[in-house]
């Protein structure tokens, strides 16, 4: 099974962060050989952009034969994507062919190709998987098309909440998440029931174990109680999210954002507790990755971890991991009286707003989100399905054991905020939280040197 990967990783899941310049959304439209020669030197190939741009402002190729449209997707490695488009085309034949364009692994090259066919005003790709968040920054310039007119409520209500909410901007739908991702509580089944019993709920029982375990397990090789990514990364900012929003907090909504508020502070200043008060974090987390965590964890170094969903089957696997069989997950940590909410991560389907077979696009797309596709995308790629159903079906759990926890942690999940640039927000604010991490400012000046770039951002 293949599992989804770390921001170490940015093949697919959260981890993988857009890193395009400020401004890429705004400029002016390329023109056809600016765009190839963009299109070299980032290393996209000339083959696959020529094929997008031939369809620019064109009437349709033919008018005989079935519909033809192009999905572009990340590459895929484990021959699922590819059955599935097989399939389809099996099932529409003589009506509907869909071409898989597969983009590079890395999500920056991913995007740079999606803005310069947008921009040219491509008519393909007709379906495009992109990450969960770029529906406002793709949305808002008229890039991709409204989907309301397909969906139903009853429809999206087969979707976990955050599944239906991240492609929404400003009133409209403009996609369903495919797969999933989620920041998640790792721990170590056997030392939770030796002291306690009770998995953690919130940051003080977290803390109170942690210290009884580190104390008294150290030479059985616990360094360290808890574990979590400090590295200068999308995957700070999560984390941070993570905690306030498990005090009840939140940072407001586009065009109003606040990010130095007192309980924004309060979660930022838990996280730099961790390491230099309650010593329970390594004093090396600012340089850590989720992968570089997840090693310290296999090794048995700790009890306790923050990690995205990749991390279950490795931490799992016998050859990769010293305490195989011993990891459970929970939602993120709270404070008392709150509950726990993992930041969500993923791919979400859409469609050009210049494609030319919208109606087919749509027929696509509804296949890919089948209960029947997902399942099979849950089984052979190890995926988490935007599906309640599918993840909580019994045949797809004795396969995908994780599945029979990771349902009520998705379902209380919480997305980003929905932005025209999110990279506007994550830049300033992943050097502010690190800042914090390193011991190099304190809670209040980071998140106040950051507020004002952030605050009118929609």
């Not at 991240?166 to 509580?185: A, E, K, P, S, T």
């Not at 995957?235 to 407001?252: K, Q, R, Y």
């Amino acid at each position: 099974m293949q599992s989804v990967r770390s921001e170490m990783e940015p093949a697919a899941g959260s981890g993988s962060r857009l890193e395009a310049e400020p401004d890429q959304v705004s400029s002016p439209r390329l023109t056809r050989r600016k765009l190839l020669g963009q299109g070299v030197k980032a290393g996209l190939g000339v083959t696959a952009l020529g094929s997008w741009l031939a369809a620019c402002g064109g009437a349709p190729a033919s008018t005989s034969g079935p519909v033809t449209i192009q999905f572009a997707a990340l590459v895929d490695t484990t021959g699922e994507q590819t059955a599935e488009i097989k399939r389809f085309n099996d099932l529409h034949a003589g009506k509907i062919h869909v071409d898989y364009v597969e983009l590079p692994s890395v999500a920056t090259d991913q995007y740079s190709k999606f803005v310069n066919a947008f921009r040219a005003q491509s008519a393909t790709p007709d379906v495009v998987q992109i990450d969960v968040t770029w529906p406002a920054q793709f949305a808002l310039p008229g890039w991709l098309a409204p989907i309301d007119q397909y969906v139903s409520s009853s429809y999206l209500s087969q979707f976990w909440p955050s599944a239906r909410a991240v492609g929404r901007v400003n009133g409209h739908l403009y996609g369903i998440q495919r797969y999933m991702d989620i920041g998640m509580f790792y721990y170590r089944t056997d030392l939770v029931e030796k002291y306690g019993g009770s998995v953690p709920q919130t940051r003080e029982e977290m803390q109170t174990m942690a210290e009884r375990i580190l104390a008294a397990e150290s030479s059985q090789g616990i360094s360290y109680g808890y574990l979590m990514p400090g590295k200068k990364i999308e995957a700070i900012v999560d984390e941070w999210l993570e905690f306030l929003w498990g005090a009840g907090g939140s940072i407001g909504e586009p065009g109003k954002l606040q990010v130095n508020g007192a309980l924004q502070v309060d979660a930022l200043q838990y996280m730099h507790d961790l390491i230099y008060k309650f010593r329970l974090a390594p004093t090396g987390t600012s340089t850590y990755a989720p992968n570089d965590i997840l090693a310290l964890f296999s090794q048995g170094k700790a009890p306790f971890m923050r990690n995205w969903v990749f991390a279950y089957a490795i931490a799992n696997t016998p050859s990769r991991s010293k305490v195989a069989g011993k990891v459970g997950v929970a939602p993120t940590l709270a404070t008392s009286g709150h509950s726990g909410h993992g930041c969500t991560g993923g791919w979400v389907l859409a469609i050009n707003a210049n494609s030319q077979y919208k109606d087919a696009a749509w027929t696509f797309i509804d296949y890919m989100l089948s209960k029947e596709t997902q399942t099979s995308m849950a089984l052979n790629a190890g995926l988490i399905p935007s599906r309640p159903d599918v993840v909580s079906d019994a045949s797809v759990q004795a396969k995908v054991p994780y599945f029979k926890q990771i349902g009520s942690i998705l379902n209380s999940g919480q997305n980003r905020p929905t932005l025209k640039n999110y990279n506007q927000f994550t830049t300033p604010l992943q050097a502010a939280i690190n800042s914090v991490l390193s011991n190099q400012a304190s809670p209040g000046e980071a998140l106040n040197s950051v507020q004002t770039q952030v605050a009118s951002l929609t």
